[in-house]
C-alpha cells in the first residue's frame, strides 16, 4: 500500500512538473511571438516610408524647400512687372517723340501682349493719335542755329566799352541759360525738332542720277518742324579767356563732351 502510494505521489509530481514546464514554455515563445510582432510592425512602416521616397532623396530640413520655391516665383513676377512697367515708359517716351510706330512696335513685342488689355488699349491710343497727325508744311520749316555757348557772360560780355571781342561776343554768341531759355520757349509754342535728312526723299532715277524731292513728315495739328544745326563749331584761341569751352573731347564712354577751364586756371569736363 505505502508502496503504490509512493508511486502514484511520484506519478502526479512528474505530470505537474510536465505541466509547469509546457507553462513556461508558452508564456516564452508568447512573449517572443509578441515582440517579433512589434518589431516586424515597426519595420513594415519603416519600409513603406521608404519606398515612398525616390532613391537618394535625403529627408527635407523643415519648410526650406517650398519657401525657396515660393521666393524664387515672387522675384520672377517682380522682375516681370519691372521689365513691363519700365517698357510702358519707354513707350510713353517714344510717342512724346511722336514716334507713334516705335510705341506700337514695342507694346505688340510684349510677350503677354495678346491678352493684356492695357497693352492691347495703350497701343490702341497710339494708332489714333498717329491718325490725327497732318503733314508739316515743307516750306515753313524753320531752321535755328547757334555758335559755341557762353559759359562765363562775366568774362565774354566785361569791357565792352574798349575790347572789341567783347562786342561781338555779345552780338552774336548765347549764353548757355539763354539756350536753354529759348529752347523751352520753343517747346511751349510747338515746335518740333526734326533731322534735315528727315525733309527730303532720296531715289534713282532710271539713268542712275540721284534725284531728291520732299518728304513727308506728319505731326498732330499745331506742331512746326524745325531743324537745329551749329554755326563755326570750333574754338578759336581768340576765344581764350573768355568764358568758352576750351575744345571738345570724349568722355570715358566714349561719347563727345566739352573740356572748360575756369577763371581760376582749373580744368572741368561736361556739356
Known sequence: MNRQKKTFTMKWAVIAVCICLVLVGAGTGMK??????????????????AS???????EPEG??????????????????AQERQQNLEKADRLAASYDYDGAIALLSAMPDYETDSELQQKAKSYEEIKASCVPVNMDEVTHIFYHTLVVDPV??????????????NNQWMTTVSEFQKITQEMYDRGYVLVSIHDLVETTTDENGNTVLQPATILLPPGKKA????????????SYDNYGYAA????????KPTCEYIQADGTTVVGA
Open 155 to 168: 568774362r565774354a560780355f566785361a569791357d565792352q566799352e574798349t575790347n572789341h571781342q567783347a562786342v561781338g
Open 52 to 58: 515612398a521616397k525616390p532613391e537618394g532623396q535625403k
Open 63 to 80: 519648410q526650406d524647400g517650398p519657401k525657396d520655391e515660393e521666393k524664387a516665383r515672387e522675384e520672377q513676377e517682380k522682375a516681370k
Open 32 to 49: 517572443k511571438f509578441l515582440e517579433k510582432r512589434d518589431i516586424s510592425g515597426k519595420g513594415d512602416s519603416e519600409a513603406v516610408s
Open 247 to 254: 575744345k571738345m573731347i570724349l568722355d570715358e564712354n566714349g
Open 226 to 237: 524745325f531743324v537745329l544745326s551749329l554755326d563755326d563749331l570750333s574754338y578759336y584761341h
